[in-house]
């Protein structure tokens, strides 16, 4: 199947009539369709799942209602028509599918599916199909069972790491989904319809039996058992109804979660920013007292640049003074000493009289030296005064609380920056968080896990009724075979249905494991090869499958890789992808949504250069942060076949345009 | 599609396998209706596979439908 061209009108963000044609070449079969988060590029893809489906899925797979598929803008103009039309060619046919919802007649305002008309047209060749084939004809072409993995939303790959958890709901679902793709449910089909059949062809011959004294015995057991069954047969009905409504209960509670993860995250913002606001509010306090404690001896600073020269002064003078005392003395002393020599003018070394000129000499020595002491001569008193002065100017110490007072002055302005930025911060927060109960969203918690634990047991409880369904089955095999012999039996109709239904049934239920194994041998071969060629650790040896369709890589030892980044994990999903789709079909598009979101620019590299190698026809809707057109395109540039870019009109409004 | 991964393949191998003996075109029709309808919504299959058995059942108690 090959994509030909997309009419598109008033769906979703897309109002009005928008036309996309897709890629032909053989060689330039990549369509790349730009467009930022919220423009509308899952809107596109869903755009194509709805005009061959009649179904848009948002996250869960969900189905998204009519209501908020049809444009919004239109429909606030009272133009509640939505449509596809989707042309393609498959097998040298053309096709051209149109699908259209319009508002009932009677309507005013719809709220509902029901409130809507849908109507669906399939030309072939220009042939007009009939109505009720156009569906078969479609799943002939492109099975919705398969569209899981031609369409494809990028930001769901982690879900197939759930494949890796055995028994994981999620990877049930997925797994289920692979083995649709993979055309396990012509044998599982196969198998329930001979099942059935089964169990009306020992019916008849349990009523045939009845007629046979040999078979009488066997034919009321087959009774028996048959009550039995049909009981058991509601039981799990009945469970699996229950574990359907659990397991809904548990989605809905984890979309709720999910939306208010970001809640969650939020409110441990706003208490982390409360928290940095507190702290600096106890260390505007602190500093704040600091300040007033610095004001109070302020004042010692701005004197001390005048005092400290006065005091230097000071001690100089004191100094001085101190020296000129310590002269006096030494003068003094002197004088005395030569004061006793002209008292006893006797030599106290020869004891000879001193002469008289020498006394002169000494009389007038005595008059110098006075002289001298007299000017040397220091008041006490002074000394003490400029001691005094000095312990007191001396208390005029700085603590430099000019510039320490300037320091805490800009420090708390930077605070009182923070504490404003802070606030705002925490008006936006309390703005995105406020209407969310957080008291609320701790009681869905406990309601999720409590429903957990029912599911569980629902789940063991479905278990041990299907082993005795099981039993039961091989006791009916058993009491069968024993009618098939007993006299009379042999060669009736009825015996030769119930064994001729009973190897068909064994042989189809026995064929679906079979075949299971083999396709997973075949898609881990082709994932595999496909990993090789995305993956730019080339040590790793390859991918190891598990029963639920999991690959975990083997590094070059033969082990599992235990730890995988987020990176090796969208690889491997890709690769994953890569393998389904080469098992499931021959040939057909891919349509993936941002692919490439988690992937280093090495990886991203590779799997440009994978991609157009995946399918006949590749279309790309990603964001320019996943492919740079600048730097990325060059991986695969003569592989595009064509290049369209999501423009907004207005927050609702989006229009696809080409570009060169 | 290689023999492991080919539904009929395996159906077929199996029947051997498990000596089951079940007449090959038997089960190639049985396995071509459930194919072609495999991803029917509305599909009856019961129906066409009842009537290729019943005429089995016929053609085994040496009567033929026709």
Known sequence: MKLQELTICNFMPYKGEQKIEFPQHETQNVMLLFGDNMRGKTSFLNSIRWGFYGLAVGRHLRKIPLINLVNSIAASEGDWSMSIILRFSHEGRKYELRRKVDKKPHVSIPKNDGDFEETIGLKIDNQVVTGDLIVNEINKVTPEEISRFFLFDGELLQEYENLLVEQSEQGDKIKEHIEQALGVPALINGRNEFTSLLKDARRIQARDAKNSSDAKMYAEQQRVNEVKQV?????????????????????????????????????????????????????????????????????????????????????????????????????????????????????????????????????????????????????????????????????????????????????????????????????????????????????????????????????????????????????????????????????????????????????????????????????????????????????????????????????????????????????????????????ARKSGPIVMDTPLGRLDPKHRGNVLKYLPKMADQVILLVHEGEIDPSRDLSHFAERIGARYQIERISSTESQIVRSS | MTNKSDPLAVLLRLNSKLGKNIDEELIKECYQIQKEHQYDKDRNTVTKIQAIVEERVLEQQGTDLI
């Open chain 1, 231 to 583: 009981t058991l047969e509601k039981d799990v009905s009945d469970l699996e109804i229950q574990q359907r409504d659990i397991q809904k209960q548990i989605d809905d509670i984890e979309d709720q979660l999910k939306n208010t993860e970001a809640v969650q995250k939020k409110k441990y913002e706003l208490d982390v920013l409360k928290g940095k606001r507190e702290t600096i509010e106890v260390q505007l306090a602190y500093d704040a007292d600091e300040q007033r404690k610095l004001f109070q001896s302020s004042w010692k600073d701005v004197l001390f640049k005048g005092v400290q020269p006065l005091v230097t002064e000071l001690k100089a003078k004191r100094d001085s003074l101190l020296t000129a005392t310590k002269a006096k003395a030494v003068l003094d002393s002197k004088i005395s000493d030569l004061q006793k020599s002209l008292d006893m003018p006797i030599c106290p070394t020869c004891t000879q009289d001193i002469p008289q000129n020498e006394m002169n000499v000494i009389e007038h020595r005595i008059i110098e030296l006075k002289a001298e002491a007299e000017l040397s001569h220091v008041n006490l008193d002074d000394v003490t005064e400029i001691n005094a002065q000095i312990d007191k100017l001396s208390k005029i110490q700085s603590s430099n609380e000019g510039r320490r007072i300037c320091e805490l002055v800009s420090k708390q302005r930077k605070m009182q920056v923070n504490i404003i930025k802070i606030e705002t911060d925490l008006d936006d927060i309390e703005d995105e968080i406020r209407g969310f109960d957080t008291d609320q969203i701790m009681r869905q918690r406990e309601k999720k896990s409590k429903l957990g634990n029912q599911l569980f047991k629902l789940e063991n409880d479905i278990k041990e009724t299907n082993i005795k369904l099981n039993k039961l089955g091989d006791s009916q095999a058993h009491i069968s075979t024993l009618i098939s012999k007993s006299t009379g039996s042999e060669g009736q109709a009825s015996t030769i249905r119930v064994n001729l239904y009973q190897d068909l049934e064994v042989l189809f239920k026995t064929s679906i494991n079979e075949l299971r194994d083999g396709l997973r041998e075949q898609v881990a071969d082709y994932a595999s090869h496909a990993f090789s060629e995305l993956t730019t650790e080339h040590t790793y040896t390859g991918l190891e499958i598990n029963k639920n369709y999991g690959l975990s890589i083997i590094d070059h030892t033969g082990n599992v890789l235990k730890e995988r980044s987020a990176g090796a994990e969208q690889i491997v999903a890709l690769s994953l992808i890569d393998g389904l789709n080469k098992t």
